[in-house]
């Protein structure tokens, strides 16, 4: 069973940084899994992903910004947030998707239960 358990959430000031970290248990985190984050509202936005290649991809509204990395620990997954704006203010999750057949398949992604993330201005 895949478990996901976020942490790092916290208030800063704009122009500030954080590092959240995920806890991975039940699979390997070197594809298909990544960030998300909702701000108030109902749907949650892709922030940065390691695709099914193993490769990191962000959002381009946190390129240069934001870096999604494996942890010192081999059950970690990592998001360096660098110059964070109140844009920013969410909360951030955790998830992971299937790998079938090569592909990253999003049915059935796991969830973490997020941690939040405010900056102020």
């Known amino acids: 069973q895949v478990q996901l358990q976020e942490s790092g959430g916290d208030s800063v000031q704009t122009g500030g940084s954080l590092t959240l970290s995920c806890v991975v248990s039940g699979l390997a985190i070197d594809k298909c899994l990544g960030w998300f984050r909702r701000s108030p509202g109902p749907e949650r936005e892709e922030v940065a992903y390691i695709d099914r290649y193993g490769r990191p991809t962000s959002d381009n509204s946190v390129k240069g910004r934001f870096t999604i990395s494996k942890g010192v620990a081999n059950n970690e997954l990592k998001l360096q947030m660098d110059r964070l704006t109140p844009a920013d203010t969410a909360m951030y999750y955790c998830?992971?998707?299937?790998?079938?057949?090569?592909?990253?398949?999003?049915?059935?992604?796991?969830w973490g239960q997020g941690t939040q993330v405010t900056v102020s201005s």
């Open positions: 998830a992971a998707d299937r790998l079938v057949l090569g592909y990253c398949v999003a049915h059935g992604r796991t």
